[in-house]
């Protein structure tokens, strides 16, 4: 039998559903509300990201969770039990931190040994299990190792291992990779994905890296300023926002101020500020009022020297910036209503266009969106 079957076996299993619920919770620092009112499910065996910009709230909801922070009103669950007056060592989570806090006193295996002393494991069982964790998180070589002898990313590895050693029902994850280099990060996401899917475990990741949440996670919620913008798959989020703040964080976006002229069930006609009339997707549900924000993401964006054959969403500009990125061109176009896009191409020419060149921007109506301030 493999280590990953054995670790499946090992953990907490449940009838319920759900590992992780939030009921209206809010927390009050000196009379700030740092979290508003949060409803939250995580279901279990899910990677779950909790994505937003500093001091939205975020990592606040992961201490709670955690049971650093008490919620000043409403309900924290864990695998359907209240957490509320359950002291964080009592709870089945553990947190992996940004800054890892290891032990510099201790070594690799002492690290990863440390809780299962705590609980006064026979030798043998805590042999057992740090073995098992060492295996997991590929550290068997660095076992007689101090932190300061490790590089980044094997200090996060040890981090890891110390919180699965302990076979929670939830692992929380707070900026985990956010003090490693761009390469290294790129490499831990891999291992991060390989060891959830391998475990079956409920993941919870609070990060402010947007491409991060979109490759990592099953779902993510947007918070701001205390509150939850939106729940949803990293597709979901990223291709339908539900407001130009989920738009704008998410990735890169063009924006602009418009008002509705007419619309049936298939499309909305709308007027920007400038005056540029374009036909857009249409809100899901509901009147939004006649002031809208209107989304288009760079890479929807076609651009052509020629005026294409259509007469909705073109719009003729010049070229103001062209910067090459490799796998990808970033332009920047300045439309002759005055307005700016920026676009984003694959690298599939070679050859590109000069600054100041006469070109046409299009789009199609389904990739443009009208939204919610």
């Not at 864990?78 to 709870?91: A, D, E, F, L, T």
């Not at 890891?160 to 985990?176: K, S």
Request: proline content about 5%; charged content about 20%.
């Amino acid at each position: 039998m493999s280590v990953t079957s054995l670790q499946k076996q090992s953990y907490p299993q449940t009838s319920a559903e759900l590992d992780v619920e939030l009921h209206k919770v809010f927390k009050v620092f000196n009379g700030e509300t740092a979290v508003r009112g949060v409803d939250l499910n995580i279901n279990r065996g899910e990677f779950f990201s909790i994505l937003g910009p500093s001091g939205c709230g975020k990592t606040t909801i992961l201490r709670l969770m955690a049971g650093f922070e008490s919620p000043s009103a409403g309900e924290v669950l864990i695998q359907g039990q209240s957490m509320n007056h359950v002291p964080p060592y009592k709870r089945p989570v553990n947190t992996v931190f940004q800054s890892y806090a290891l032990f510099n006193h201790l070594n690799v295996w002492e690290n990863i040994a440390f809780g299962l002393r705590i609980k006064k494991l026979l030798s043998s069982e805590l042999e057992y299990r740090v073995k098992e964790a060492l295996k997991l998180v590929k550290m068997e070589a660095y076992t007689n190792r101090f932190p300061a002898q490790l590089s980044g990313g094997q200090q996060q590895r040890v981090a890891l291992a110390r919180a699965l050693v302990n076979r929670p029902a939830v692992v929380l994850l707070d900026e985990p990779l956010g003090a490693l280099d761009l390469k290294l990060r790129k490499e831990m996401q891999v291992e991060l994905s390989n060891l959830h899917q391998n475990l079956g475990l409920t993941f919870v990741m609070v990060t402010h890296d947007q491409e991060e949440a979109l490759s990592l996670s099953d779902r993510i919620a947007v918070m701001r300023t205390g509150k939850i913008e939106q729940i949803g798959t990293p597709t979901e989020i990223y291709e339908r926002p539900r407001t130009a703040f989920v738009a704008d964080f998410i990735g890169d976006t063009n924006l602009f101020k418009a008002r509705k002229e007419s619309y049936d069930a298939s499309s909305l006609q709308i007027v920007t500020s400038t005056g540029m009339k374009m036909i857009v997707q249409p809100p899901e549900a509901g009147d939004m009022g006649q002031e809208v924000i209107v989304s288009i993401r760079p890479e929807k964006i076609q651009l052509s020297l020629y005026q294409p054959p259509m007469a909705v969403n073109c719009f003729e500009g010049r070229l103001q910036h062209v910067m090459y990125l490799g796998t990808h061109v970033h332009y920047v176009v300045e439309l002759i209503t005055g307005d700016r896009l920026t676009v984003m191409q694959p690298n599939t020419h070679g050859h590109l266009p000069d600054p100041h060149t006469p070109i046409y921007a299009h789009w199609a109506a389904t990739d443009c969106l009208a939204l919610k301030e």
